[in-house]
T-cell receptor, first 110, second 113 residues
Framework: KQEVTQIPAALSVPEGENLVLNCSFTDSAIYNLQWFRQDPGKGLTSLLLIQSSQREQTSGRLNASLDKSSGRSTLYIAASQPGDSATYLCAAYGNNRLAFGKGNQVVVIP | GAVVSQHPSRVICKSGTSVKIECRSLDFQATTMFWYRQFPKQSLMLMATSNEGSKATYEQGVEKDKFLINHASLTLSTLTVTSAHPEDSSFYIC?????????FGSGTRLTVV
């Protein structure tokens, strides 16, 4: 059974700092890995999708890397802004199943 | 991009009544949709996989008579919480796979009083 862990569970950073969010998964036989953002009481917004054959994906200030062999993915958010405050969820897809971590709860302090 | 619309966003119901939650794929067809439940500060837990034209597949420990799923068309899946109790209060989210990734609805906050 795939288990996804996200560290740290919560973090606060001053505005302008770069954010580094870590995700690890136990089964490296994944089809893809997806990062989502969730605001309080809301659904999930897809941020980046990395196929198993890819090493990273970038969108604006966001960059996500994937290392299947070590079972890790990292989400980088450059020059954080207060609007980046949210919970970030990592999900690994494999064996017809999407397995989620508990999320990284981020607060960016103005 | 792909959009999944979920309604209602928030519902309060009395204990013992039933509540229906709708999930629609707006610009694509979804033969399969997924229903999740999320507790505060917890991960999303898959409840069931909804298959168009056939019975849903429920995860272990999820009561199929309690959480009725209907996927009557390629764009609509519904989850009905029957005889709701306070412990059913939770955040329910649906999703569908479009292309290589998943798209999620905006979620439904169910409160049973």
């Amino acid at each position: 059974k795939q288990e996804v862990t996200q560290i740290p569970a919560a973090l606060s950073v001053p505005e302008g700092e770069n954010l580094v969010l870590n995700c690890s998964f136990t089964d490296s036989a994944i089809y893809n890995l997806q990062w989502f953002r969730q605001d309080p009481g809301k659904g999930l917004t897809s941020l980046l999708l990395i196929q198993s054959s890819q090493r990273e994906q970038t969108s604006g200030r966001l960059n996500a890397s994937l290392d299947k062999s070590s079972g890790r993915s990292t989400l980088y958010i450059a020059a954080s802004q207060p609007g980046d405050s949210a919970t970030y969820l990592c999900a690994a897809y494999g064996n017809n199943r999407l397995a989620f971590g508990k999320g990284n709860q981020v607060v960016v302090i103005p | 991009g792909a959009v999944v619309s979920q309604h209602p966003s928030r519902v309060i119901c009395k204990s013992g009544t039933s509540v229906k939650i709708e999930c629609r794929s707006l610009d694509f067809q979804a033969t399969t949709m997924f229903w999740y439940r999320q507790f505060p500060k917890q991960s999303l837990m898959l409840m069931a996989t909804s298959n168009e034209g056939s019975k849903a597949t429920y995860e272990q420990g999820v009561e199929k008579d309690k959480f009725l799923i209907n996927h009557a068309s390629l764009t609509l899946s519904t989850l009905t919480v029957t005889s709701a109790h306070p412990e059913d209060s939770s955040f329910y989210i649906c999703s569908a796979m479009e292309g290589h990734g998943y798209t999620f609805g905006s979620g439904t906050r169910l409160t049973v009083v």
